[in-house]
């Protein structure tokens, strides 16, 4: 059975940081895509960054430069440092994991205040 288990969202002032991680089981990080996908209220669900199995990254265009995507494979886990964060980052930030499935973890809150 596939888990993902998000943890490390919470409240934050704008300019502020958080990191995002994603412990999975039933599933290696390595050999599979994972990502973050953000959704806030009233909008559509984006994408937010991708690794893939050989280690590339990739970001939407309105995070660039202020995330970054990484795993462990030691842990099992990937991770989403976010840094001079917005209030438009607002949102539930949800882990997610392209196998065979798509995998997906109930996902943590992270609010940004101006």
């Known amino acids: 059975q596939v888990q993902l288990v998000e943890s490390g969202g919470g409240l934050v002032q704008a300019g502020g940081s958080l990191r995002l991680s994603c412990a999975a089981s039933?599933?290696?990080?390595?050999?599979?895509?994972m990502g973050w996908y953000r959704q806030a209220p009233g909008k559509q669900r984006e994408l937010v960054a991708t690794?893939?199995?050989?280690?590339?990254?990739i970001y939407a265009d309105s995070v660039k430069g202020r995330f970054a995507l990484s795993r462990d494979n030691a842990k099992n886990a990937v991770y989403l440092q976010m840094n001079s964060l917005k209030p438009e980052d607002t949102g539930v930030y949800s882990c997610?994991?392209?196998?065979?499935?798509?995998?997906w973890g109930q996902g943590t809150q992270v609010t940004v205040s101006s």
């Open positions: 997610y994991a392209r196998a065979t499935y798509d995998y």
């Open positions: 039933g599933i290696i990080v390595s050999r599979n895509i």
């Open positions: 690794i893939t199995r050989i280690g590339s990254t």
